[in-house]
């Protein structure tokens, strides 16, 4: 999972498979937003919750919100190459006015 | 989609020079930020800025930063001087509404800067 000061996480898996990214907040949030990141390029939102969704889907991707243990997951059902990428998730700041995120994971869809 | 752009790509500098990082935001958008990440860290908030002045910054603003969108041509970020700590990928981002909960936030490829 990431969050706080831990080193970005590595996840490699076969096509096909399914992955859950889980990551967990320290401050109180309405929303969480998992964005995707490419090589070379700033992050895109990709999906996001709020706190009275337990649950959110958009195609392929799954996301979870337990308000109470503030954590959120990300899943993908049977991943492609394609979804190679850095994930994050982020929060609003107590302020409202920008977001907070995680160290992120870098997952590897492989043939 | 919307696109934010960001010039240079890449900037190598010498420590205790000055650097403006440039960002066109989305055409239509109000509120901007910069953040920024250390390689293998998470991406960091540095400001946002609206209506032509800072709303929050956080600790890494430190006072050599400083940011400004004359006329509503480009969104910078100078740093002046740099320090060694400020080598980083700094990221803009903008959006139509304050980009904390809902309003979302669209990012630039980001400005890979080197201080030597």
């Known amino acids: 999972s990431q969050w706080g000061e831990e080193n970005l996480q590595a996840l490699s898996i076969q096509e096909g498979e399914d992955v859950t990214m889980n990551c967990s907040y320290k401050?109180?949030?309405?929303?969480v937003h998992w964005y995707r990141q490419d090589s070379g390029r700033g992050p895109a939102l990709i999906i996001l919750?709020?706190?009275?969704?337990r649950e959110k889907r958009s195609g392929r991707l799954r996301a979870t919100l337990d308000t109470s243990s503030q954590s959120s997951s990300l899943s993908i059902t049977a991943a492609q190459c394609e979804d190679t990428a850095v994930y994050f998730c982020?929060?609003?700041?107590?302020?409202?006015?920008?977001?907070?995120f995680g160290t992120g994971t870098k997952l590897q869809v492989v043939p | 989609g919307p696109k934010v752009l960001q010039i240079p790509s890449h900037q190598i500098i010498d420590m205790g020079q000055m650097v403006t990082l440039n960002c066109d935001p989305v055409?239509?958008?109000?509120?901007f930020y910069w953040y920024k990440q250390i390689l293998g860290q998470q991406m960091e908030f540095l400001v946002n800025?609206?209506?032509?002045?800072?709303?929050?910054k956080s600790k890494l603003f430190k006072d050599q930063f400083s940011v400004e969108r004359p006329d509503g041509s480009y969104f910078t970020l100078k740093i002046q001087p740099t320090a060694l700590e400020d080598s980083a990928v700094y990221f803009c981002?903008?959006?139509?509404?304050?980009?904390?909960?809902?309003?979302?936030?669209?990012f630039g490829p980001g400005t890979r800067l080197t201080v030597l």
């Open positions: 982020a929060t609003a700041a107590n302020s409202g006015t920008y977001q907070r």
């Open positions: 055409s239509n958008h109000l509120y």
């Open positions: 401050t109180y949030t309405t929303v």
């Open positions: 919750i709020r706190s009275n969704e």
């Open positions: 981002a903008s959006s139509s509404g304050l980009g904390g909960n809902y309003a979302e936030q669209f």
């Open positions: 800025f609206y209506n032509g002045k800072v709303m929050e």
